[in-house]
């Protein structure tokens, strides 16, 4: 199975030009979460939920000035490829083009779900075995403000919502993209700053999905995925009886074929004494990870290096100065950072890593324009 038999048209692609309003409008009515963005046929963007929750955008921007730096595959990719590509990425679609860069189609996650469960490939493990734990949660009062924030800082796409204990409700990238945006094409430009102000001060009961589709722990992964499949969701709450025990997404699928398809993250980190116990370990793993897969959805990453040096302090916890270096087909990047927390030093050195890598993106994207119009 190649990736050109994989992929299907897209419902929907932008234009470079195209204002964001009239791209939204048509997102939601083709249920679209990842649009393709195109210049004359060649892919140069894409445009998607989780680029629009991460800044502010006037409905006016034109879509080349809010789309993230491309990531495709080819037409002639194998499926190990394709699913390596999801894997590293997390990512809910792929465009696919030909040596030339004219898009030719895109794959979505649910397809990749779709045909290792047709093909019989899917393992023999339950939820319980593949799903993240323990989950992020948030009660029906807090602001839709700190779901964005969270979303954003751990590069997750839904937050269960819990009161008393029990789940009540969902909150997901597009539920906050839909109450930023959707309001404010109604309304006079006036009045957007006041009214992006209550969306973000409101409640999340407000705009949170109830009741939950939710799975078992003890469900078997072909019928997560169908179940998925069937709601068309990228993911759900894992129940054991009525204690919410984890989420597993489509991408948690596909983790459990990591030995199959031999998927692994280029990640090497050389950790202190310090960072050596368990629980803060698996920590840094998990961040490391959402991180490499964010910064692969911008250019393919050859290797991932991340050290901390641990440095006595003053006030009696350790200074950790942490080093993060990428090496990618278009050069290395370094940053240093430094915090009593190595979580958040990790945090703030890929944030900085991630704005120099687009800006040399952009960068040459230009000078390709440019060389093009000489052309």
Known sequence: MSASELMVSPSLVANSNDKLRDVLNKMKEANQWVVPVVNNKKLVGILSFKELIRRRVNLETRIIN??????????????????????TTKARAIPVTDDSRNLLGIITREQVLS??????????????????????????????AK?????????ISRIPIVQDKKLV????????????????????????????????????????????ITVSGVD??????????????????????????????????????????QLSMPIEAKLTSGLRNKELKAQLDGVLERYLSKLEKFVDINNFRVSFKEEASSQGRPLYKVSVNISTKI????????????????KRAVDTLEQRLIKRLKRIQEKKGDKEEVI
């Open 147 to 155: 779901a964005r924030w969270i979303m954003v800082r751990d590069n």
């Open 66 to 87: 809010v789309s993230s730096p491309v990531i495709s595959l080819s037409k002639n990719d194998d499926f190990n490829k394709v699913i390596v590509k999801f894997y």
């Open 331 to 346: 050069g290395n990047f370094v940053a240093n950072d430094s915090d009593r927390d190595p979580v958040a030093a990790v």
């Open 115 to 144: 045909y290792l469960l047709n093909s019989g490939q899917l393992e023999t493990g339950r939820a319980r075995e593949f799903m993240s734990s323990p989950p992020v949660t948030l009660s029906p009062e807090d602001s839709v």
């Open 220 to 261: 078997p992964l072909k019928e997560v995925a169908q179940k998925l499949l069937k709601n068309k969701i990228s993911g759900a709450p894992v129940m054991e009886g009525d204690f919410l025990s984890g989420i597993i997404s489509g991408i948690d699928i596909i983790k459990s074929l990591e030995s199959k398809f």
């Open 169 to 212: 409700g969902i909150v997901t990238t597009r539920d906050i993209v839909n109450a930023l945006y959707t309001p404010l094409s109604e309304r006079k430009r006036a009045s957007i700053l006041s009214e992006e102000e209550r969306v973000m001060a409101s409640p999340l009961k407000e705009i949170m999905v109830s009741p939950v």
